[in-house]
């Protein structure tokens, strides 16, 4: 079984910085080495999207970010911490909206912005940007 917990949601101010954690927990945690990890978001009255992805072992790495937030926004994990990370920069109001960690079974050193690919989701952290 894998769990995703979420935590680093609060209110920040637009312009401001805030950075989302989502540690995984399973089998082994070498096996966390063979997950592409996501971050989706989910605003009022909208339907979840995509925000960003990583894969990282040790053949290579791969990192994906949306439109939206490329250039604000970064992926990373920590392998030894078991965790992944959203840094979230120059935060705009419609940022605002519960985030989600997802992990997705690969491999390869591949990512994917199809939500239906990840198989475990954590249960959210609401981050609330005031203009």
């Known amino acids: 079984q894998v769990q995703l917990v979420e935590s680093g949601g609060g209110l920040v101010q637009a312009g401001g910085s805030l950075r989302l954690s989502c540690v995984y927990s399973?089998?082994?945690?070498?096996?966390?080495?063979?997950?592409?990890m996501g971050w989706f978001r989910q605003a009022p009255g909208k339907e979840r999207e995509f925000v960003a992805a990583?894969?990282?072992?040790?053949?290579?790495?791969?990192?994906d970010l949306s439109d939206d937030v490329r250039g604000r926004f970064t992926v990373s994990r920590d392998i030894a911490k078991i965790t992944v990370y959203l840094q979230m920069n120059s935060l705009k109001p419609e940022d605002t909206a519960v985030y989600y960690c997802?992990?997705?079974?690969?491999?390869?050193?591949?990512?994917?912005?199809?939500?239906?690919?990840?198989?475990?989701w954590g249960q959210g952290t609401q981050v609330t940007v005031s203009s």
């Open positions: 997802a992990a997705r079974w690969a491999p390869s050193v591949t990512t994917s912005r199809r939500q239906d690919e990840y198989e475990t």
């Open positions: 990583i894969h990282w072992n040790w053949s290579g790495s791969r990192t």
């Open positions: 399973g089998r082994s945690g070498r096996t966390f080495l063979n997950y592409n």
